[in-house]
């Protein structure tokens, strides 16, 4: 009877054998010519996505992009315009069912064809549990979630027909749950399996997946989070932790290493150091994890007595916290270049900020 377990490790080890052998394999792919390639961004508007679309096109891709906001939109085509990108723009909503059908159906009528899909969307809701509503999980599911399903099956004849590359963005998030965030984090989960076992399923059909898990980045995204309970407060912390940068990486560069990974037909790509840390710590010892993520959401802001909604352009102005733009001042830097702040709001915070008389 004791040699089950034996059997059981010996196993495991060669499993992991097996996957160890088989990254070291795709590091050493060279890289796929994505020339001519027609690559959709889904949130490719701003932030992670609008880099994601930058460096595609750098790499010869023409592009169709979508987001909600038809302005922030048109200010991301003419920046990818300006650097000598060939790109379309979609204004959708991914809650929408037809969503899918419809981002094919433009792929094809302005280039033919469509070979990668980026499924980068998403929502960040950040608040104490009862200060959420139901509404504020069907939302970043029907964003996280049924939004990159939709799309996927839309697109897979196109990338079953062109071999193509189907690419997640996912997050720590899906791994670890952390306080406050707790809608974003099932959404990831479900994303993040999604994804999974879509590598699985479409290897034979020759389709690429890349499972992307992203730690911290200064992306300038806590200026378009929603807060709820005590705003500014919520804002405070998440700013700080997703700006400081011993903890946070660079999302230009982070965007460089995703379409590398693409090119290279790498199946996933964990980005930060801290990020891998946190994933291992968990595997190791869940009930550990759980037991610092119960003493972290001790010391995060409390549900006041009368909870507010407000979104990050309102609640966490850099001009309202001088002494934390010491510390968020990248990611503040980050906001202003890509493409996070309407330009009606930056104006009024450079107002704001100029000397009274200047």
């Known amino acids: ?79 990818l315009a300006d650097r000598g990108a060939d790109v379309r723009t979609v204004p959708c909503d991914l809650r929408d069912p037809e969503v899918g059908d419809d981002l094919v159906a433009a792929a094809r009528s302005a280039f033919g064809r469509l070979d990668i899909v980026v499924n980068n969307a998403g929502v960040i809701q950040v608040a104490p549990i009862d200060a959420l509503e139901e509404e504020h999980f069907a939302e970043a599911m029907e964003t996280m979630f049924w939004g990159p399903l939709r799309v996927t099956r839309a697109a897979l004849p196109e990338l079953r027909a062109n071999r193509g590359r189907l690419v997640t963005i996912t997050s720590i998030g899906g791994q670890v749950s952390a306080p406050h965030l707790l809608p974003y984090a099932c959404a990831k989960y479900a994303e993040l399996a999604l994804s999974e076992g879509l590598d699985a399923a479409l290897d034979a059909d020759g389709v690429r997946v890349t499972t992307v898990v992203p730690g911290l980045m200064r992306t300038g995204s806590h ?17 700080l932790s997703a700006g400081m940068p011993v903890v946070s ?49 001790r010391a995060l802001p409390s549900m006041p007595d009368h909870p507010e909604q407000r979104g990050g352009l309102d609640a966490g102005a850099p001009a309202k916290h001088p002494l934390l733009r010491r510390f968020t001042a990248l990611n503040d830097r980050a906001s202003a270049r890509f493409n996070q702040i309407p330009a009606q709001a930056r104006a009024e915070e450079e107002a704001a900020d100029r000397p009274a008389g200047g």
């Open 223 to 239: 200026r378009r989070a929603a807060f709820a309970g005590h705003p500014e407060h919520e804002f405070d912390w998440f700013a």
């Open 249 to 297: 990486v660079d999302a230009e560069r982070a965007a460089r290493r995703i379409v590398d990974a693409v090119a290279r037909g790498r199946r996933y790509l964990v980005l930060t150091p801290l990020a891998r840390a946190v994933i291992a710590a968990r595997g190791a010892s869940p009930a550990l994890t759980q037991a610092v993520l119960r003493v972290v959401d």
């Open 1 to 79: 009877m004791r040699t089950r377990p034996r059997r059981t490790l010996i196993g495991l080890a060669a499993a992991a054998g097996v996957g160890a052998a088989a990254a070291a394999a795709t590091a050493r792919r060279p890289e796929a010519d994505l020339t001519g390639k027609v690559a959709l961004v889904t949130g490719g508007s701003r932030g992670l996505g609008l880099l994601l679309a930058r460096e595609l096109a750098g790499r010869g891709c023409r592009l169709l992009i979508c987001a909600r906001d038809a302005d922030e939109l048109r200010r991301a085509a003419a920046d």
